[in-house]
């Protein structure tokens, strides 16, 4: 996947999005995305990570809600939100729509595992929901990083092309084979 004639075109979009002001921000020259958006993510996932040992979380993880690239920056503490969020406005939508799809995976694959923990399970089902969600996660953080990255072809995978509610019913299935069988 070769991006598009994006740079030109971007960055001349308003001196919001200047390459000098890109400078040492964690916003991805070539692609204008931030690696922290992967922060929404990685909170829900390290919640996930501490259930078996600390079922207090699960209230916590029970709160967690999906976000858009641009709701997490608005809602964060990042130093450069404003610029992370105008850069995003006008990033090539050649990144753009990668990460956004891998998002609204990892969102749908998030809520069903929320939507699953609501009910009163036992210890090995939370433990086994909580183990199966981060295991079809993880990759997920990472080909969404190659994204922003710029290394468009990390993303191309196949793995990256199974459809939102096959990754689901996996997750599901995972889950229930680890519980019957523990």
Sequence with gaps: MTP????????AAGPAVEPARLDGTNIN???????????????????LEMLPMAPECKDDF??????SYTEHFAASNFKHRDLAIAAYEVADLAYRRPLDQISRQMHL????ARNGLKGDLSDDTIRALAEATVQWLKPMVARA?????????EYARP??????????????EDAVKAVCHA
């Design 145 to 153: 990083g190659a994204v922003i990255n710029g290394e468009l072809e």
């Design 62 to 67: 029970l709160a967690w809600r999906p976000m």
């Design 159 to 172: 793995a990256a092309e199974a459809a939102p509610q096959d990754a689901i019913d996996a997750l599901f």
């Design 4 to 11: 598009g004639p994006r740079s030109k075109t971007a960055l």
């Design 109 to 112: 694959i998030l809520i069903e």
């Design 29 to 47: 020259l070539t692609t204008l995305l931030a690696t922290d958006f992967l922060n929404h993510f990685n909170e829900a996932i390290m919640l």
